[in-house]
């Protein structure tokens, strides 16, 4: 069965801090990892996106690495700020003209003063 | 201009009634999706839908019904609300030739009473 695995579950760090998510997958065969922000009350919305041939992203202070050999993955935050907070999701989608994408469970991510 | 819109954005209902939520995507693209988020957080798909034909139905009750009018608009429709039909829906749309970056709407927080 093709799974994503997050890790941690959740995540506590001060202001300022930096932090990273981990993202394991078994999805084969594999079209591209995406990483999604969502805040509380709103729909995610996309961070990162990289293929199979390219092993970081950065979007401002995220930045997004792939190691396809290991299928991992992990987002490191810079500096953090209480905007931060939030839940990242990591996706993983299918080669294939189906396109499907398989969601992780998420981290829970909250930034304190 | 609203990507990816949703109407009603809060429904409250009584078990056992009918609801409908509908969904528009101004953004040309071809795959449309319906997730539901429950109250742990974790984003589920429902359907997808491309070019108006349904590719994806993930272990979904048949009570819930999607319907495509045509490639801008996808709409749940859900016959004899449950309890635990409680929770947030949120609809999608991807181009999925191209990345398949998803593009989420503002959710409908559905609570059956």
């Known amino acids: 069965k093709n799974q994503v695995e997050q890790s941690p579950q959740s995540l506590i760090i001060l202001e300022g801090k930096n932090c990273t998510l981990q993202c394991n997958y078994t999805v084969s065969p594999f079209s591209n990892l995406r990483w999604y922000k969502q805040d509380t009350g709103r729909g995610p919305v996309s961070l990162t996106i990289?293929?199979?041939?390219?092993n970081t992203k950065s979007n401002g202070r995220y930045t997004a690495t792939l190691d396809a050999d290991t299928k991992q993955s992990s987002l490191h935050i810079t500096a953090s700020q209480l905007s931060d907070s939030a839940s990242y999701i990591c996706?993983?989608?299918?080669?294939?003209?189906?396109?499907?994408?398989?969601f992780g469970d998420g981290t829970t991510l909250t930034v304190k003063p | 201009d609203t990507a990816v819109s949703q109407t009603p954005k809060y429904l409250v209902t009584q078990m056992g009634n009918d609801k409908s939520i509908k969904c528009e995507q101004n953004?040309?693209?071809?795959?449309m999706y319906w997730y539901k988020q429950d109250s742990k957080k974790f984003l589920k798909i429902m359907f997808s839908?491309?070019?108006?034909?349904?590719?994806i139905n993930e272990t979904v009750p048949n009570r819930f019904s999607p319907k495509s009018p045509d490639k801008a608009h996808l709409n749940l429709h859900i016959n004899s609300l449950e309890l635990g039909d409680s929770a947030v829906y949120f609809c999608a749309s991807s181009q999925v030739y191209v990345t398949n970056e998803q593009f989420f709407g503002p959710g409908t927080r559905l609570t059956v009473l």
């Open positions: 990289m293929t199979f041939s390219e």
């Open positions: 953004l040309g693209h071809d795959t």
């Open positions: 839908y491309n070019n108006k034909e349904l590719i």
């Open positions: 996706v993983v989608t299918l080669l294939g003209n189906a396109g499907k994408s398989t």
